[in-house]
Every structure is written in structure tokens, then in C-alpha cells.
């Protein structure tokens, strides 16, 4: 997909990220996402939820804008997901909580309080599989 997409993406409040499971059944959830200094989107996550199982098997996924309940606002784009380290999972989680403000910080700083450094996971999206 082109950089405007990704840019696009990344500017959006939120993305409804759709996973797959084994038999190819789609798992669309909203999240929130933010732009890498690599130009993949990073999403963060709760290390042990369903989609990063689906990731951890198979990257294949799909982007596409939504509103907060996860209602579609555009048309999906094919991506990439890439389960990240520790030091990969600090740079989306400093990018989320950049771009979500007071919000964004908050919910990083419960997360890692409750959770701790690995309780949650990085994800590295590139759109287009690219």
C-alpha cells in the first residue's frame, strides 16, 4: 500500500486491526495505533489476548479506520503484524502514549503498574504486507 495510506492510518483515532484464525475466520478489534519512526503503525496490547496468538501464528492482517466500537469508517487494508521485544514494546508504548495525550499516558502507565514490562506487547504493522 502506498505511504500516504500508512500516514493516513497512523493519523486515525482509531483502527479496527483484523486477525485471522486457523480456519481463516476473521477477528476484527478497534485499537489504538501510532506511527513508527520506521513508517510501520505500532499496537499495543495485552500480551496473553487472542490476536496476538493469531499474530504469533500467522502476520497476515488487515487495517482499516473505524470509530471507538470498532464500526468501519473506510475500506480494510492489507498489513503485516510483527510481535515485538521488550525494547520494541517500550518504542510503540511511548508512541501511543505521544499521540493519545493525557489518555494515551494514563493507560500505558496502568498497563505497565498492573501488568508490567511484560505484561503487554508491542505490535509492528506494515501496511501492505510490505
Known sequence: ???????????????????F???GTPVPTPVW???LDDGRLGVWT?????????????????LAECDRRGKPLGP????TAELLDVEGTRRVRRAVARKYGLVGRIAVGSSRLFRGDRGSTGLAVAVGGA
Open 21 to 23: 484464525r486457523k480456519d
Open 46 to 62: 495485552v500480551t496473553d489476548s487472542g490476536k496476538v496468538k493469531r499474530i504469533r501464528r500467522s502476520g497476515t492482517v488487515e
Open 1 to 19: 500500500m502506498s505511504e500516504p495510506s500508512a500516514r493516513r492510518l497512523a493519523d486515525a483515532q482509531y483502527l479496527l486491526l483484523t486477525t
Open 76 to 79: 480494510a487494508v492489507p498489513g
Open 33 to 35: 495505533a501510532a506511527g
